[in-house]
T-cell receptor
Framework: DTGVSQDPRHKITKRGQNVTFRCDPISEHNRLYWYRQTLGQGPEFLTYFQNEAQLEKSRLLSDRFSAERPKGSFSTLEIQRTEQGDSAMYLC????????????FGPGTRLLVL | LAKTTQPISMDSYEGQEVNITCSHN???????ITWYQQFPSQGPRFIIQ???TKVTNEVASLFIPADRKSSTLSLPRVSLSDTAVYYCLVGDVYGGATNKLIFGTGTLLAVQP
C-alpha cells in the first residue's frame, strides 16, 4: 500500500467557483478525517467518517462545504462558491480503529482562491 | 481534549541530540501522547506515541514522567533533514465518538550545518 493519496495536489480557482478534492485512504482503514491548515498554524479538524457515515462536523465546516464517503472507501470534499478565506491546505487522514488508533496523513491539496 | 504547550521554535546543529518538551497539565487518564512531524507542503507524519515512562523507536524516543503532565521528544543526532515542525498532541486513542486531533502551532526545529 502506498499510503493516503490526495488529488489534486494544487488547485487555483477564482472566487465564486466550486472545487472538489478527493482523498483515497489506506485500503483497510475504516476512519477518514479531513483537516484544514493555514499558514503558520497546525491543522484544524473539519469532519470525519467511520466507514460511509459522517459522524462529526466542525463548526468550521460552513454550509458551503460538503463531504462524502460513498461505500466507505474514497472521500470527496466540495467547496461551493469559494471565498478567498478558503485558501488553505486541505489534509486527509485515515486510521484503523481496531487497535490503538494512529492517523496517517496524505500530502494535502493546496487551494488558492483568487 | 487536553491542551498542550510547546516552544515555538528551537535551533540545533547537525549531530546534536534535540529534546523538545511539551506540557499537558490537564491530561486525562485515558489520554496518550503522540508526536507528529511536518515538512513544508506535506501532511503531518506520525513519529511516536506513548502513555508512560519511555518509548523508543527507530526515529525517536519519548520520555514521560510519572505524573504525565509533560513529555519530551528526543531526536538523536539530528541532520539537516530533521528541520520541520513538530507537534505534540494528547488524546484517547482507543475509540470514543471521535479521535479528531487537536493541533497547536507546534515547534519549528531548525537544524544548521
Amino acid at each position: 500500500d502506498t499510503g493516503v493519496s490526495q488529488d489534486p495536489r494544487h488547485k487555483i480557482t477564482k472566487r465564486g467557483q466550486n472545487v472538489t478534492f478527493r482523498c483515497d485512504p489506506i485500503s483497510e482503514h475504516n476512519r477518514l478525517y479531513w483537516y484544514r491548515q493555514t499558514l503558520g498554524q497546525g491543522p484544524e479538524f473539519l469532519t470525519y467518517f467511520q466507514n460511509e457515515a459522517q459522524l462529526e462536523k466542525s463548526r468550521l465546516l460552513s454550509d458551503r462545504f460538503s463531504a462524502e464517503r460513498p461505500k466507505g472507501s474514497f472521500s470527496t470534499l466540495e467547496i461551493q462558491r469559494t471565498e478567498q478565506g478558503d485558501s488553505a491546505m486541505y489534509l486527509c487522514a485515515s486510521s484503523w480503529t481496531r487497535d490503538r488508533e494512529t492517523q496517517y496523513f496524505g500530502p494535502g491539496t493546496r487551494l488558492l482562491v483568487l | 481534549l487536553a491542551k498542550t504547550t510547546q516552544p515555538i521554535s528551537m535551533d540545533s546543529y547537525e549531530g546534536q541530540e534535540v529534546n523538545i518538551t511539551c506540557s499537558h497539565n490537564n491530561i486525562a487518564t485515558n489520554d496518550y501522547i503522540t508526536w507528529y512531524q511536518q515538512f513544508p507542503s506535506q501532511g503531518p507524519r506520525f513519529i511516536i506515541q506513548g502513555y508512560k515512562t519511555k518509548v523508543t523507536n527507530e526515529v525517536a524516543s519519548l520520555f514521560i514522567p510519572a505524573d504525565r503532565k509533560s513529555s519530551t521528544l528526543s531526536l538523536p543526532r539530528v541532520s539537516l533533514s530533521d528541520t520541520a515542525v513538530y507537534y505534540c498532541l494528547v488524546g484517547d486513542v482507543y475509540g470514543g465518538a471521535t479521535n479528531k486531533l487537536i493541533f497547536g502551532t507546534g515547534t519549528l526545529l531548525a537544524v544548521q550545518p
